[in-house]
């Protein structure tokens, strides 16, 4: 099975800081990474798939990058709004997908 | 906009059978290569996929689970459902169901929140 391993834990952020969340695959995945963001109290939301492409309606300050097992999501310039957990999926291995233990921002 | 809902006992005795229907609204369940999923979240903790199934049946379980597991589809119903037998207090987490496409997760339910105990 595929680990997906992210770091940090926790970061500690500002707003309008730039931000950068690390993940990182056991075993290249290629390029079949999402990212998804989760508020307290909500259902995930898809953000990024085939590790760079956004998803629909996603800011362009979100972005994602890496291929093989060494990913980033980056958010430009950090808004209150996007204080939340964020997970990393590799579905390369497909049907046995898995996330990463996700990431939590906060002030 | 294709939306999910998750229904179900919100608290379930140990031993017995976790129950939840997933009602997809917005499309056809039949439509698309799409495999509906369900994923669930311990108190506190990330995200574990439990299984998917095709609109043909086919099926997908996550192997820890596979011994307790069924997930069935009623097409005609635009529904699919969970059935987690001998359930412990290990299981109590937030299921949700969502939708898996080629590229990820795209569309979620808002989860339910299922306690097992007596």
């Known amino acids: 099975e595929i680990v997906m391993t992210q770091s940090p834990a926790t970061l500690s952020v500002s707003p309008g800081e730039r931000v950068t969340l690390s993940c990182r695959a056991s075993q290249s995945v290629g390029r079949n990474v999402a990212w998804y963001q989760q508020k307290p109290g909500q259902a995930p939301r898809f953000l990024i798939y085939g590790a760079s492409t956004r998803a629909t309606g996603v800011p362009a300050r979100f972005s994602g990058s890496g291929s093989g097992t060494e990913f980033t999501l980056t958010i430009s310039s950090l808004q209150s709004e996007d204080l939340a957990v964020y997970y990393c999926q590799q579905y390369d291995k497909w049907p046995v997908d898995t996330f990463g233990q996700g990431t939590k921002l906060e002030i | 906009q294709v939306q999910l809902q998750e229904s179900g006992p919100g608290l379930v005795k140990p031993s017995q059978t976790l129950s939840l229907t997933c009602t997809v609204s917005g499309d056809s369940i039949t439509r698309g290569s799409y495999y509906w999923s369900w994923i669930r979240q311990h108190p506190g903790k990330g995200l574990e996929w439990i299984g998917y199934i095709h609109s043909t049946g086919h099926t997908f379980y996550n192997t820890s689970l596979k011994s307790r597991l069924t997930i069935s589809i009623d097409t005609s119903k635009n529904q699919f459902f969970l059935n987690l037998s001998s359930v412990s207090a290990a299981d109590t987490a937030v299921f949700y169901c969502?939708?898996?496409?080629?590229?990820?997760?795209?569309?979620w339910g808002q989860g339910t929140l299922v306690t097992v105990s007596s």
């Open positions: 969502a939708r898996l496409t080629s590229s990820g997760y795209d569309y």
